[in-house]
């Protein structure tokens, strides 16, 4: 059976991506979102050069540059604000093969958007799958307008994802990571350098981006679900007396624009990121702790991923299979890696937080080489390149499973 139809849930950076990719490999695709608009909830986004190369894969990684801040410069700093680390722009395009970016989410989210068929996004519209579908039958996905029959399912429905739940109702799904984060984007205060600073128990980054704005964010270590009536009180409360710009952009802030979200990571790692016909990708996969800045950066690895494997007309089956063996590996080593650096993040004894600074300032005397190198895996990620033509029913043994 021949089905060329692919409905992707979730219109957020990860899902518009996987429609791009589709729709350049041969799908009609048909995106529901279930908000009213595309307004993606978040502030900025850093782009790591694993994700700009997939972003090249759809044409867009160049756009994607003119349109961002480059990164790089800066470092890590004391909450009096003595620098613990430098970082250089330079070193980092050298090391990974192209420059850091930073660029706000909305302008991303317009680009993908933007880059699909009239008509491909339909926003408002609450998407349940009801089918996985199976070799003989296609997918099925309800809407409020009535069912949408698909070759091939793509979930990127979030980190508490329906679709996820429906295909692996075993799971336990997401953990509560023990720490909480606040972001912003604001009119720069003033002139300042790149940084992320890091207390016992809290650490507070600002980075400027190319309109002239500054995205700053904040990470403590707090119970799940509390919050406070006065966000910015809040944050005055934890970081006052840090260096600049901090105060001086908690001062400019307004409390309504100030975002806040318990961060949860899937500590338990799904079996498959596919079942039937139905593909999993970002937070509906592998939601990660933000401390690596690589949720985002992943989520657009598995869009580019997926298409590459799946072009119109390919045993989706088959496909989907080498879709996991290829991601799920990667993922999971990512989550626990973004894991330990969270733990590392949020020590909250004064003496060891102090006694961490010191060891990473000590290490970092030998050369931007060695901050870097945690990076290595992950930003020189590249993409794999098509094997196969898109009427081949044939892939790598060692991408075939039984799922």
């Known amino acids: 059976m021949r089905h060329t139809h ?78 613990i680390a430098r970082l250089d722009a330079r070193a980092t395009a050298e090391r990974y093969g192209g420059p850091l970016v930073l660029l706000h989410r909305a302008t991303l989210v317009g680009l993908l958007a933007d880059a699909l068929p009239d008509g491909a ?5 609450a998407a349940t799958l009801t089918d996985p579908g199976a070799p003989d039958r296609p997918a099925v996905v309800t809407t409020p307008d009535g069912p949408l029959e698909a070759g091939l399912v793509v979930a990127a429905d979030g980190i508490n994802s329906a679709t996820r739940r429906t295909l692996f109702p075993d799971h336990p799904g997401p953990a509560y990571s023990g720490y909480t984060t606040w972001r912003l984007v604001i009119p720069a205060p003033g002139p300042f350098t790149p940084h992320e600073t ?68 899937m500590k338990v790692p799904l079996p498959a990121f596919h079942r039937g016909r139905v593909a999993l990708l970002g937070d509906a996969a592998h939601a990660m702790q933000p401390t690596l800045a690589q949720g985002g950066n992943q989520a657009i ?24 063996v290829d991601r799920l590996p990667r993922t999971t080593a990512i989550v626990r890696q973004a894991a330990r650096a969270g733990r ?17 300032a000590a290490v970092s005397r030998f050369g931007p080489g060695i901050v870097l190198r945690g990076f290595d895996g992950i930003a020189d990620w590249a993409p794999p390149a098509p094997t196969y033509a898109a009427d081949s029913h044939d892939l790598p043994e060692q991408h075939i499973t039984n799922r």
């Open 6 to 83: 692919a409905v992707v849930i979730g219109g957020g950076i990860g899902g518009l991506t996987a429609a791009i990719a589709l729709h350049r490999r041969g799908w009609s695709v048909t995106v529901l979102e279930r908000a009213t608009a595309l307004a993606p909830v978040g502030a900025a986004i850093g782009l790591a050069p694993n994700s700009q190369r997939a972003l090249d894969v759809i044409g867009l990684g160049d756009r994607v540059r003119t349109l961002a801040a480059w990164q790089g410069d800066g470092g890590m700093r004391t909450p009096r604000g003595r620098w």
């Open 121 to 125: 996004v339909r926003t408002a519209t």
């Open 198 to 265: 890091w207390g016992p128990g809290r650490l507070w980054g600002s980075h400027p981006l190319k309109d002239g704005r500054v995205y700053a964010y904040a990470m403590a270590t707090a119970p799940a679900g509390v919050r406070a009536d006065d966000e910015k009180a809040e944050l005055l409360r934890r970081f006052q007396g840090w260096h600049d710009p901090i105060p001086a952009i908690l001062d400019a802030v307004r409390s309504d624009v100030i975002l806040r979200h318990d961060v949860h990571f």
């Open 301 to 324: 690895e598995d869009a580019v991923v997926l298409g590459q494997y799946a072009p119109v007309g390919i045993d989706v089956h088959r496909a989907l299979a080498a879709y996991t």
């Open 344 to 360: 590392l993040a949020t020590l909250g004894s004064a003496p060891v937080a102090a006694l961490r600074n010191s060891l990473m």
